[in-house]
């Protein structure tokens, strides 16, 4: 079983950016097809983006395309997500999960980190 620890949460003003990590240990890294999601207060969990073991093959939600970057080491058992042109609504607890099947359902997950966009 993979165990995940996100890190890079934070308070930024609309418009700045943020890098978020996601470390993972007790399996073998590249076994897993890697996600972020995130939950905002009053709202249930919704998809971010996702990553295949390799990298070769990225899934966005509309909402992020453009504006987020998943990415991923496996040399360093990390997957990222570079978030640029945060506003708002993007304010939520982010939450960094794995697979052993692309593309899902995701089985393993984080503690979260919280993002806040002032205005």
């Known amino acids: 079983q993979v165990q995940l620890v996100e890190s890079g949460g934070g308070l930024v003003q609309a418009g700045g950016s943020l890098r978020l990590s996601c470390v993972a240990s007790?399996?073998?890294?590249?076994?897993?097809?890697m996600g972020w999601f995130r939950q905002a207060p009053g709202k249930e969990r919704e998809f971010v983006a996702r990553i295949t073991m390799n990298g070769g093959v990225i899934w966005y939600t509309s909402f992020v395309k453009g504006r987020f970057t998943i990415s991923r080491d496996n040399a360093k058992n990390t997957v990222y997500l570079q978030m640029n042109s945060l506003s708002p609504e993007d304010t939520a607890v982010y939450y960094c999960a794995a697979t052993l099947s692309w593309p899902g359902p995701f089985r393993y997950w984080g503690q979260g980190t919280q993002v806040t966009v002032s205005s």
């Open positions: 007790g399996r073998t890294f590249s076994d897993y097809a």
